[in-house]
């Protein structure tokens, strides 16, 4: 098998080859061993230093990447902004030509617009990790997801896997589809037709606005966050979150009442009581907490296998 | 100073010698002599594969950011890179700031362009200060030279274009329109499609668009007014023109050169220089917006040259202005992408007889005796514009290096 990865970033999955993707998850599975010990920490990537931007609120994916540099042994650097608190744009430029002063090798990007770590890839020389660029991709999650989905039920292939609530808002959903895809599994989109973009069906998805029957058709339900920040409307797409949840709230109940057993996942942060119940969140049938587990190893293998191409490259050179 | 054209063709459908070669002889922009064989001593020979002489181009929507933006564009700028593209009369849209809005910025901009050799034809606001709220003082800029008023790409009401498609009856004023409702797609800044949904980017459907086109015909047919429709982009405002056009309704209609060029597809690595309101959008509309083009439909091929600083333009897609410095490319990119569908003079009328009609100004027709401007072109030559020759302050331009079928000579 190839040890590298075919693309110098991370920018999407959308330029992944499944290969890739393969290669990533044999990664991880060495990396997740290698977190079950002690010492939970390699001694791969000393002479990398890596810097985290997150340019959007962000817990969870920038502690899950932070670990993951520490556990091999990165120097890091971090930065938070509000991309609302100073004007729009001109920080990403001037924050590009600080990074190239401090001679960083990696980026590990989180920001709002779409296309800002394509963009940031064509200003530096470093190797970029997209952690969320708005409601593009935000590949690692994907990854993990899919990770996931094939820890718990083997393989992807032929598995038929719901992704429910806001799709158009959503920073996970695009790559999660093309992750899936590329994977082999069937995928539908479920949720309020206001929060499903139009011509979704050009990525080979089935699109469905009836919860019972999206749950009914699949094997796995990513459950995803409602973003009520993100509707910068003058209309919402709809009316309360307690319509939401009663249309697209997955319940004891109804999870309990279904024909086969669903795997329940969730991107986090979870909204209790409103997209699922703390009941459904701590169910057995769910893998919520794997998910959290799985960033890790899968950060620190796509951090380790960009490292060696770009090792690789500078050899070359 | 005298230059003597050899057998240049000539387009202008109102001259009786339209699309005859012939030799001419011009002193200080006036035609001297019309002739073959043509022999002068004193006069500059031009010589070129495919000369063709037309009366001077119209450009009939373009951004001249002076007043207030002169770090993007001056008038001199605009009307240096004009005059390269071949335009000798340049329509300026009124979003300056201060907005044209009144007789003074009117005079403003005639005043600065007096000794260039390109004309500018101002345009007025709609509305005061282009807030949509109390109607501009359209008569007055009117007398002072202004020749369409419109709220450039700002979304007008419905009230206030009723009442402004109706107060300009009284000088037979022209209106001009933007067909785009903010309403079906907020947040949207590309094309809906697949491409969209693979950018993650909210998207403008076509709806967006005709419907607000629905709604001006319908306040057109009410008002009895009269209305350019500035820009259309898809199919289906083709046929909504088209059916105003047969109702007899005073309707005229034009696109952007560059619409022509890029579909959405060429957006989807998000660079920001395809940026661009209407935004690009499919082949099928491409062919109907030729098709308009050919059937007479669409009157008017314009740059609506968008000229943007580096600091608006090279950022995060969603964060970047829209538009395109166009005005020095947008006659080549038509001639380019429509050579092989139309006849020179179908596209030169594009760009000359139809505007200098649907706005009323005094227009020079090719013979003896006339004064110009005159637009003087070689279909048998390329062009190509690098950064040294570029002449708009912005350089937001997919077109700079690339190569046109067509030269401009003068």
Redesign the interface.
């Known amino acids: 098998m190839n040890r590298t990865l075919s693309v110098k970033h991370l920018l999407g999955i959308k330029d992944l080859t499944k290969e890739d993707i393969e290669l990533i998850f044999s990664q991880a599975d060495e990396f997740k061993e290698v977190l079950n010990r002690p010492i939970k920490k390699v001694p791969s990537l000393r002479d990398v230093t890596i810097a985290n931007l997150f340019f959007e609120n962000s817990t969870r994916t920038r502690l899950s990447f932070e670990l993951a540099e520490k556990r091999l042994s990165a120097d890091i650097v971090n930065f938070s902004a509000s991309t609302s608190s100073v004007k729009k744009g001109e920080t990403l430029v001037d924050t590009v030509n600080n990074i190239l002063a401090m001679k960083v090798d990696m980026v590990v990007m989180r920001h709002s617009a779409p296309g800002s770590c394509l963009f940031l890839s064509k200003h530096i020389d470093a190797a970029i990790v997209n952690a969320g660029d708005g409601t593009h991709e935000h590949p690692t999650q994907a990854l993990l997801d899919a990770y996931s989905i094939r820890e718990k039920l083997g393989s992807l292939k032929g598995k038929k896997v719901a992704i429910i609530g806001d799709i158009t808002h959503s920073r996970v959903a695009l790559s999660n589809i093309y992750c899936l895809k590329k994977l082999g599994a069937e995928v539908m989109v479920c949720g309020p037709s206001t929060m499903i973009p139009k011509h979704i069906q050009s990525l080979g998805v089935k699109v469905e606005h009836s919860l019972r029957n999206a749950l009914e058709w699949c094997d796995v339900a990513n459950m995803l966050r409602i973003q009520l920040e993100r509707q910068e409307v003058s209309v919402p797409y709809f009316p309360s979150l307690r319509e939401y949840s009663m249309q697209y709230g997955l319940t004891k109940e109804i999870l309990e009442g279904l024909s086969k057993k669903v795997v329940v996942m969730h991107p986090g942060p979870i909204n209790r009581g409103v997209e699922i119940t703390s009941e459904v969140a701590d169910h057995t049938q769910s893998i919520i907490l794997e998910q959290v587990e799985n960033g890790v190893a899968i950060r620190m293998a796509v951090i380790y296998l960009l490292a060696q191409t770009r090792r690789t490259e500078k050899e070359v050179v | 100073m005298k230059i003597l054209l050899k057998s240049a063709t000539i387009i202008d459908i109102h001259s009786t010698l339209h699309n005859k070669k012939r030799d001419i002889l011009i002193d200080k922009g006036e035609i001297i002599k019309i002739g073959t064989n043509l022999i002068d001593a004193k006069a500059k020979e031009v010589k070129a594969n495919s000369l063709c002489i037309s009366p001077g181009w119209v450009d009939m929507k373009a951004k001249i950011p002076d007043p207030g933006f002169e770090y993007k564009d001056t008038v001199q700028s605009s009307l240096d890179a004009a005059l390269k593209g071949g335009f000798k009369y340049v329509v300026a849209m009124p979003d300056t700031d201060p907005v044209i809005d009144n007789k003074s910025q009117v005079e403003y901009l005639l005043s600065r362009s007096k000794s260039h050799a390109v004309r500018i034809l101002p345009s007025g606001a709609l509305s005061q200060g282009m807030q949509g709220k109390l109607l501009a003082e359209m008569y007055d800029m009117h007398q002072h030279g202004a020749i369409l008023f419109s709220d450039n790409k700002k979304s007008v009401g419905t009230e206030m274009m009723t009442r402004a498609l109706e107060y300009a009856q009284n000088f037979n004023g022209l209106i001009g329109s933007f067909p785009f409702d903010t309403g079906v797609n ?2 949207g800044m590309v094309n ?3 491409i ?8 403008l ?1 076509s709806s967006s668009e005709e419907i607000r086109l629905q709604r001006d015909i319908e306040l057109l047919k009410y008002t009895k007014g009269r209305m350019h429709v500035m820009l259309i982009s898809t199919e289906g405002s083709v046929e909504l023109i088209r059916k105003a056009k047969k109702a007899g309704l005073h309707i005229t209609c034009g696109i952007a050169a560059h619409q022509l060029a890029f579909m959405d597809k060429d957006v989807a ?2 660079d920001s220089n395809l940026k661009v309101l209407p935004p690009f959008r499919q082949s099928q509309d491409i062919k109907a917006l030729i098709k308009g083009l050919k059937d007479g439909i669409i009157d008017v091929i314009c740059s609506d040259h968008e000229p943007e600083d580096h ?1 608006h333009k ?7 202005n829209y538009g395109i410095s166009s005005i020095q490319t947008a006659a080549h990119v038509a001639f380019s992408v429509l050579n092989k569908e139309m006849s020179v003079d179908q596209i030169v009328e594009k760009i000359s007889t139809n505007p200098a009609k649907i706005l009323g100004i005094e227009y020079p027709v090719v013979r003896e005796g006339q004064k110009g401007p005159w637009t003087i072109f070689s279909l048998g030559t390329e062009q190509s514009f690098g950064i040294s020759g570029w002449k708009s302050l912005s350089r937001n331009s997919p077109f700079i290096e690339k190569s046109f079928p067509i030269e401009v000579i003068s």
């Not at chain 2, 969209?196 to 998207?203: D, F, I, P």
């Not at chain 2, 090279?314 to 970047?320: D, G, K, N, V």
């Open positions: 907020p947040g809906e499609s697949n969209s949904v693979q950018m993650g980017l909210k998207g459907s690595d998000f600091e090279a950022l995060e897609f969603e964060y970047a």
